[in-house]
Structures are given as C-alpha cells and as structure tokens.
C-alpha cells in the first residue's frame, strides 16, 4: 500500500536532490532521425500518480496513461500488482509530439524530475518491484538511447550512486483501472498527493520552466 506521510514528501525531495542541476545536468544523446507524427514511450518510476502528474504537464506531450507493464495480462489489476509478485511495474504510456520533445528529452525529464533512478525496488516509501525504475522500449533505437543516456549519467556522476534503471523490451502495457487516471488532477487534496506528488511536480516545474505547461 502506498504510504501517505510527511516522512514519505521528505525522502522524495532529498532523493531528487542528488542529481545535479538543471544547468549542468548531462544531455541525452541525438536520434539518428526524428520520429514522424505521435510517438509513445512507457517508464516506471515508483507510484504511476506522481510520475502522470509531472508528464502530463510537460510541453509536447500530448497523453498519459497510466498502468502495468513487464508481466502478463492477466495480472494488470491494482490489487494484483499490490502483492508485488507479477512482474509488473506501476507504469506510464507517454504520448507525444517528436517536433516539440524528443525521445531524449523525456528521458532527461526522467532521470532528473521525475524519480530517484539510484534505489533499486523502491521510491520514498514505496517498496517492492512494482516501484522499481524501468524503461520498456519499443525499438532498438529507444533502447541504444535509453542505454547510452545510462552510461553518460553514471561517467558525468550526475548522481552520488549509479543509475540503476533497468532498460527492457516492452512487452505489453496494460491501462490501469479508470480510477487511477490523472489521479493528481482529480485529487488535489488527498494526503499522498500532498505530501509526495505535489512536491515532485512542483520541482519539475522550478528545475524545466521551459519544458513546464499548465
């Protein structure tokens, strides 16, 4: 169960803060060639609420969805993936625009913005391996740039311990249950989006003002 304490907003505040600046932290790598039209990307990253609540409001994006990838069907339910034995991890499908944000760029809104990719199984008080940090790609092209991003984050030593995201083909993702949908959005007010989520978005937006929309 998610926990819903101030302890929780203080671990995901400090956890963020051992990236390095927004000025000084590392680029991700060029693509070959931009993508045409609408492109996907799915990450996990501990509770899916947070990491919709941060990518729903970055430019360029033009839809979030939140749910489970890295198991099968026919364990994609809440409950399910609560007992942290499906393979699944809390996941988010991203929409978006290559001519306004690119692949790379989400992935450094990721990195740094979005999640603590340093813990393994775990983000603030969150624990297991549905919480853990993932990049499910579609392509070889997305996992070339999601593993070269890697490499150059842990040589620049953007973070004090190593990236440990998992870089993994995506073998399915599965739509969360309705209720989960734009969670931040719907409740301002509930005591983990207090506490947790708001920060998080609200340090995305002080970090990325130009990659931040309303």
């Known amino acids: 169960m998610k926990t819903k304490t101030l302890f929780t907003a203080v671990i995901a ?20 060639a931009m993508a045409q039209g609408k492109s996907t990307i ?64 989400l992935l450094k809104i990721y990195f740094s913005a979005a999640h603590d990719p340093t813990t393994l199984n775990y983000q603030h008080n969150d624990v297991g391996p549905q919480y853990r940090s993932a990049i499910f790609y579609a392509d070889e092209q997305q996992k070339k740039l999601a593993e070269t991003y890697i490499q150059e984050l842990n040589k620049a030593r953007a973070f004090r311990n190593p990236v440990v995201t998992q870089v993994v083909p995506l073998t399915g993702f599965y739509k969360a249950e309705e209720y989960h ?19 998080l978005l609200n340090g995305f937006k002080a970090k990325y003002p130009e990659y931040y929309r309303k």
């Open 42 to 105: 799915v990450l996990a990253g501990g509770c899916f609420w947070g990491m919709e609540g941060v990518f729903e409001h970055v430019k360029g994006v033009t839809n979030t969805i939140v749910g489970y990838a890295g198991g099968k069907a026919n364990t994609a339910t809440y409950e399910q993936v609560e007992e942290a034995n499906t393979g699944h991890a809390e996941s988010i499908q991203i929409t978006y625009d290559p001519a306004k944000i690119t692949y790379g760029e």
């Open 13 to 32: 505040i400090a956890g963020l803060a051992l990236s390095a600046s927004a000025a000084n932290f590392p680029d991700p790598p060029k693509a070959d």
């Open 181 to 199: 949908q734009h969670f931040l959005d719907r409740n301002p007010t509930q005591g983990y989006i207090v506490n947790v989520d708001i920060p």
